[in-house]
């Protein structure tokens, strides 16, 4: 079967959802460590002796995030290797040409998976850091803005306490900057980095057992709603490794020995894949490809644009944020203005879908619960 990113993608949402979950542990300790006593004229005596007891509960919550953390990176994506392994093994059984078995034997995995597995515990581990730092960093931050808000009389301490958590909960842990130089949040840099390790770990496994079976091209299928940096790649022939550029060569007719056909190379697998192809949230599949046996596809009509999804995954981003700031609400009156919130845009996500016909995506919608 054809592979792309997406066959691993649930993977790293997987390993995306402990962070997610562990920041909104803490965004709830804190939440409750303020709330508590609040209204009290020592609140703030009481909130600076109570510190300690907070960093070491915040310190419980990042050790048990850094026992899960590695062995589940680890596991998506050596599960994610498999899974491109399996995917050339039945795409070759279907095209029932005599490679299977070449497929079948034994490759092996174990340094690909941990290359690949170590490079995301590198680019994680500052997260466990920073997640100590800022949530108390934002403690304290609120103590002293609560502390200070009455005597300036611009806010009760309740509002101005609100005030700062919603700033947190609004923007999550923050400051992890990718090659490129963007800034992301904690849940999307993480899920971001898995979804690259993932999906390079299932189409190399792929195109390795591809390699293995003799198979020296592979075809782009066409997604809808494809960005840019795709378009010039879709139902394009690729040699599966070598020189870049595209020209013509001549190859083996895919199931009759001897006669030559001439195949049109649009470059290499490794020359989109660096141009872009194949990148994380892809939806675009390669297969493997017979020349003077396989078609290409017939081009797709789209169910909306790419600016479409792109506004879809805006409004998704705004439901999951008010949901963390329902989390972070301090009374129920707060809570409901903000699930209301969270309505609104559910129901602007409904209307897209149906304008557009673009699938909704629920799983996206969602905050881990797995506190």
Same mark, same amino acid.
């Given at each position: 079967?054809?592979?792309s990113p997406a066959l691993a993608e649930d993977l790293a949402a997987a390993v995306a959802d402990l962070y ?28 600076? !002796?109570?510190?300690?007891?907070? /960093? *070491? #509960? @915040?310190? %419980?919550?990042? =050790? ?7 062995? &589940? ?6 599960? !994610?290797?498999?899974?491109?392994? /399996? *995917? #050339? @093994?039945? %795409?070759?059984? =279907? ?7 070449? &497929? ?13 597995? *170590? #490079? @995301? ?27 200070? *808000?009455? @005597? ?220």
């Amino acid at each position: 079967m054809p592979v792309s990113p997406a066959l691993a993608e649930d993977l790293a949402a997987a390993v995306a959802d402990l962070y997610e979950a562990a920041a909104g542990t803490l965004t709830e300790q804190i939440t409750r460590a303020l709330a508590e006593g609040i209204d009290s004229p020592l609140w703030v005596e009481l909130k600076l !002796a109570a510190l300690g007891n907070l /960093q *070491a #509960a @915040v310190d %419980e919550v990042i =050790a048990a995030l850094q026992a899960s953390a590695s062995g &589940a990176i680890h596991a998506a994506v050596a599960e !994610a290797y498999e899974r491109g392994q /399996q *995917a #050339a @093994v039945a %795409e070759l059984g =279907a095209l029932g040409v005599g490679q299977t078995a070449a &497929a079948v034997s034994a490759l092996p995995t174990a340094p690909v998976v941990d290359r690949l597995a *170590a #490079a @995301v515990i590198a680019d994680t581990g500052p997260a466990h850091l920073r997640m100590l730092r800022q949530t108390m960093d934002v403690y304290r931050s609120v103590i002293a803005r609560a502390a200070a *808000a009455p @005597v300036l009389g611009a806010q009760t301490r309740r509002q101005a306490a609100q005030s700062a958590l919603d700033q947190f909960a609004d923007r999550g842990v923050t400051g992890f900057i990718d090659r490129s130089g963007r800034s992301w949040e904690l849940r999307s840099y993480v899920e971001m980095a898995m979804r690259s390790a993932v999906g390079r770990a299932a189409v190399e496994a792929h195109t390795d057992r591809l390699g293995a079976a003799g198979v020296d091209l592979v075809i782009v299928s066409q997604a809808p709603e494809e960005c840019r940096l795709c378009r010039p790649w879709e139902r394009k022939i690729l040699l599966r490794e070598g020189a870049s550029g595209a020209r013509d060569v001549e190859l083996e007719h895919g199931i009759e020995d001897g006669r030559m056909v001439t195949v049109h190379v649009a470059g290499s697998l490794p020359e989109a894949r660096s141009a872009g192809l194949m990148h994380p949230n892809c939806r675009h599949t390669v297969s493997a490809y017979l020349p003077g046996v396989t078609k290409t596809p017939e081009p797709q009509a789209s169910r909306g644009t790419y600016e479409d999804t792109q506004k879809q995954r805006y409004l998704e981003r705004q439901v999951r944020k008010w949901k963390r700031l329902t989390d972070a609400a301090m009374d129920d009156a707060t809570a409901k203005a903000r699930q209301a919130r969270v309505r609104a845009y559910q129901a602007r996500i409904r209307e897209l879908t149906a304008e557009t016909g673009l699938p909704r995506k629920r799983h996206r919608e969602q905050l881990s619960t797995a506190r």
